[in-house]
């Protein structure tokens, strides 16, 4: 049996049941909704007005930038700090593989051109567009620790071992503004063996077989492709040959750049990367 409490709650559920017009009751539904809602809204105010009085308001990562000044290298302490400073590599350089730039720094995609077909309001065939691959077929990534040096002296950077450390700010390590460069290679083309090559040594043999394997389909699909052109009227682009995007960062031997980040200790010496904030480079 039901305590008395929970027998008296069901009492007066049916009563209203059958009591009420379903107007009534919706409308004493709706109420009780937007009375929850309040409710939450306030205890969320309330826990986050007792959570400011203890450790103070929210910082982002621009608030907290904007309290650090730029320091000379010379006055940097263990903690946050924010100078500015040209690159220096550790040993001999990087260079990044399509555009044989000496870095500390590169990330390459390649894309692959696919066609895809739009249609009128009749679903008749209207166009063709050609669009890169939503997914790289091959990528690489290398970094290394480097210098930043100027007038004051030179304090090294640790990038960290993230991947595309520019794609996404959740990373702990942020490069905004360096050099990006993009070169479109056509199967048979002069820079095309070079093309060739890079993709043999990133990619496995599943992926090139999948990749023969959907030129074979291509192949046997493609007479119909041409007769529902034809039907249409609407020409089928030439897809005889390959077309990748080659798309490259890198950040350059000798480029002046500014840093954001935490100053630790490391064998005696001081060294900047990631820490409660995110190592943040930026040209």
């Given at each position: 049996?039901?305590?008395?409490?929970?027998?008296?709650?069901?009492?007066?559920?049916?009563?209203?049941?059958?009591?009420?017009s379903?107007?009534?009751?919706?409308?004493?539904?709706?109420?009780?909704?937007?009375?929850?809602?309040?409710?939450?809204?306030?205890l969320?105010?309330?826990?986050e007005w007792?959570?400011?009085?203890?450790?103070?308001p929210?910082?982002?990562?621009k608030?907290?930038?904007?309290?650090?000044?730029?320091?000379?290298?010379s006055?940097?302490?263990?903690?946050l700090?924010?100078?500015?400073?040209?690159?220096q590599?550790?040993?001999p350089?990087l260079?990044?593989?399509?555009?044989q730039?000496?870095?500390?720094?590169?990330?390459?995609?390649?894309f692959r051109?696919?066609?895809?077909?739009?249609?009128d309001?009749?679903?008749?065939?209207s166009?063709?567009?050609?669009?890169?691959?939503?997914?790289?077929?091959?990528?690489?990534?290398?970094?290394?620790?480097?210098?930043?040096s100027?007038?004051?002296?030179?304090?090294?950077?640790?990038?960290g071992?993230?991947g595309?450390?520019?794609?996404?700010s959740a990373?702990?390590t942020?490069?905004?503004?360096?050099?990006e460069?993009e070169?479109?290679?056509?199967?048979?083309?002069?820079n095309w063996p070079?093309?060739?090559s890079?993709l043999q040594?990133?990619?496995?043999?599943?992926?090139r077989?999948?990749?023969?394997?959907?030129?074979?389909?291509c192949?046997?699909?493609r007479?119909?492709?041409?007769?529902e052109?034809?039907?249409?009227?609407?020409?089928?682009?030439?897809?005889?040959?390959?077309?990748?995007l080659?798309?490259?960062?890198?950040?350059?031997?000798?480029?002046?750049i500014?840093?954001?980040?935490?100053?630790?200790r490391?064998?005696?010496?001081?060294v900047?990367?990631?820490?409660?904030?995110?190592?943040?480079?930026?040209?």
């Amino acid at each position: 049996m039901g305590s008395p409490a929970s027998t008296m709650s069901m009492d007066l559920h049916f009563f209203l049941a059958a009591n009420m017009s379903p107007d009534a009751l919706g409308l004493w539904l709706a109420l009780g909704s937007l009375l929850l809602l309040v409710v939450g809204v306030g205890l969320l105010l309330f826990f986050e007005w007792i959570r400011e009085k203890l450790f103070g308001p929210r910082q982002t990562l621009k608030d907290v930038k904007k309290e650090i000044k730029l320091q000379d290298i010379s006055e940097i302490t263990e903690g946050l700090c924010r100078f500015q400073g040209k690159i220096q590599s550790i040993g001999p350089p990087l260079v990044s593989p399509w555009g044989q730039k000496a870095c500390v720094y590169y990330h390459l995609e390649v894309f692959r051109r696919f066609f895809r077909k739009f249609t009128d309001y009749k679903n008749r065939t209207s166009a063709w567009e050609s669009v890169w691959g939503p997914s790289s077929e091959a990528h690489d990534t290398k970094r290394q620790s480097f210098t930043v040096s100027n007038g004051a002296g030179k304090i090294e950077i640790d990038l960290g071992s993230t991947g595309d450390i520019g794609k996404s700010s959740a990373y702990n390590t942020q490069i905004r503004g360096f050099r990006e460069f993009e070169t479109e290679v056509l199967e048979g083309a002069v820079n095309w063996p070079k093309l060739k090559s890079y993709l043999q040594e990133h990619t496995g043999s599943l992926i090139r077989a999948t990749g023969r394997f959907e030129k074979w389909m291509c192949s046997k699909l493609r007479p119909l492709d041409e007769m529902e052109a034809h039907i249409n009227e609407v020409p089928l682009p030439d897809n005889d040959k390959e077309l990748f995007l080659c798309r490259e960062r890198v950040l350059e031997q000798g480029e002046v750049i500014e840093v954001f980040g935490h100053a630790r200790r490391e064998k005696g010496k001081l060294v900047v990367g990631s820490g409660k904030w995110p190592l943040t480079v930026r040209r």
